[in-house]
């Protein structure tokens, strides 16, 4: 049983310019891609989207920043008391 999925069409660099048709097409083949559930990709997007902001702050010496910074501290700041 063959799998088929939707084709995002190519886009020649320097020939031609992407449009909103060629995004769509491509947001098709990605969406079809995660709904078919093969490769686990919406775990793997959820997991990149936690690497990206897992370590935000270099470590400095001996003081070695949280993993997850971002996540455990950050986001409940409240905007308005001031604290960076």
Request: glycine share 6%; hydrophobic share 35%.
């Amino acid at each position: 049983m063959a799998i088929n999925f939707t084709s995002a069409p190519v886009v020649n660099p320097g020939t031609d310019r992407p449009n909103s048709y060629h995004y769509n097409k491509l947001v098709d083949a990605y969406n079809d891609r995660i709904k078919s559930g093969i490769g686990d990709c919406a775990w793997r997007i959820a997991w990149q989207a936690y690497s990206a902001t897992r370590l935000i702050r270099n470590p400095n010496g001996l003081s070695f920043p949280p993993i997850d910074e971002l996540l455990k501290l950050y986001l409940y700041l409240d905007p308005s008391s001031g604290i960076t």
